[in-house]
């Protein structure tokens, strides 16, 4: 996540005080330090904050204060519920672990600061991908295996069609969708006993690498009661998306995307079942990539997408 320098703030500012003597104090030698701000681009005002000469630094986010489209809902109700989730993960997987919120300033959520190379940097270089890849694979199968509940399949269509409605189709693409969709539902390739808690939101930018180990961040779109493969399918979207949009040809993520999910994968059978029920799973990330683009590449990813769901019929 790329942050740009926006101010310095000194004693006397209430949030940077907050911060130093209500979230961080035991982090600071120094509590009279200033505290510079870099902002990121997100779907709500994201800011680093640097406390300068204490070789530490906090992520708050701000849930009253979206800047993507989704505007009208419940702040504090999205602050509690991310807290919460980063809560349960930190439990099982390295993430950058809540520290406070404080619905005075805006509906603050305050992390630890991940420093480090991002999955996105590595897919673009291309450089160790396989190896982390791996590591994002037994990350995720640790979340999965250690949070099974009940499954809901009803709230995987439900969230498809959500995403079909954001992209506004044509009747007749609607159509094609609605039919293929239907099939998967009436099919019992999706269905399963248990579910589990998912991260979801499985962007590139959203696994950071630090000394050698894999960190997730932004659990404010994670589920519970949601099959695994989910997971698997987005960020295998994410990866031939990528290599389409970087690299010439979404082909060349084949053997990364074949290695991530056999290390994923407990056996060969369950390699098996994965890579049946991955593209409805890889669909909707593709479409979900398609919601940010336009022109050419938005309808490449419309006609993949389309192409994935086809999948139920050769079942």
Known sequence: MAYQYVNTLSSGNPFRDWLVEKVVTDRLKNKHC???????????????????GQHYSVVAKFFSEPTGQLKNYNAYKGMMKEYRNLERA????????????????????????????????????????DERLTAI?????????????????ENEFKNYH?????????????????????????????????????????????????????????????WSHAHPVRDLGILTAELKNEFKW???????????????????SNDEKDFTYITKVLPFFMSIGL?????IHRGSHRNYLIKEARKCLKAINKG
């Open 246 to 264: 970087y690299k010439g040809g979404s082909w060349k993520a084949e053997p990364y995307i074949g290695n991530f999910l056999w290390e994923y």
């Open 287 to 291: 479409l979900r990539s398609a919601r």
């Open 90 to 129: 930190s439990s099982i997987i390295n993430v950058a672990k809540p520290l406070a919120v404080n619905k005075k300033f805006n509906c603050a959520l305050v992390t630890e600061y991940i420093p480090g190379k991002s999955l996105g940097w590595y897919i673009k270089h291309e450089k160790k991908l």
């Open 162 to 222: 959500e995403v079909l409605g954001h992209l506004k189709l044509d009747h007749d693409t609607r159509k094609t969708f609605n039919k293929l969709l239907g099939k998967w539902w009436y099919s019992s390739w999706l269905d399963r006993e248990c579910g589990c808690m998912v991260h979801r939101d499985v962007n590139p930018s959203n696994y950071i690498f630090y000394e050698g180990k894999p960190y997730a961040i932004d659990f404010e779109s994670s």
């Open 34 to 52: 200033l505290v510079d701000v870099y902002k990121s681009n997100s779907s709500h005002t994201v800011c680093k904050y640097h406390f300068k």
């Open 137 to 153: 694979a037994h990350m995720l199968r640790r979340l999965h295996d250690n949070t099974t509940s009940s499954y809901n399949k």
